[in-house]
């Protein structure tokens, strides 16, 4: 099993800046592709941005292309989200998500754990 607890979201205005970070425990966090994703209230869940294990690649979802970056940090579990540039449409809760086989992918049904997500909210 795998445990993911994310923080960092809040309440933040169009424009500003946030950073998200998911800490993962009971695996080896470097076997695992970490994925975000986020859900807005009566949408499906939509992928954001992923990360291969060794960190070299990575991939993002054209809506947020140029204004987040994501990262991770093997020694400390820990994959981030730099979201710039916030736009009201970014507005939603965020998940961070972990897949054991394969290559990233925008597909969540294929990431195996989950965190509880956190919460996103940029006014205008």
């Known amino acids: 099993q795998v445990q993911l607890v994310e923080s960092g979201g809040g309440l933040v205005q169009a424009g500003g800046s946030l950073r998200l970070s998911c800490t993962a425990s009971?695996?080896?966090?470097?076997?695992?592709?970490m994925g975000w994703f986020r859900q807005a209230p009566g949408k499906g869940r939509e992928f954001v941005a992923g990360?291969?294990?060794?960190?070299?690649?990575?991939s993002y979802a054209d809506s947020v292309k140029g204004r987040f970056t994501i990262s991770r940090n093997n020694a400390n579990n820990t994959v981030f989200l730099q979201m710039n540039s916030l736009k009201p449409e970014d507005t939603a809760v965020y998940y961070c998500?972990?897949?054991?086989?394969?290559?990233?992918?925008?597909?969540?049904?294929?990431?195996?754990?989950w965190g509880q997500g956190t919460q996103v909210t940029v006014s205008s």
């Open positions: 998500a972990a897949s054991y086989y394969g290559s990233i992918s925008a597909n969540y049904e294929v990431y195996d754990y």
């Open positions: 009971g695996r080896t966090f470097s076997n695992y592709i």
């Open positions: 990360i291969t294990r060794s960190g070299g690649s990575t």
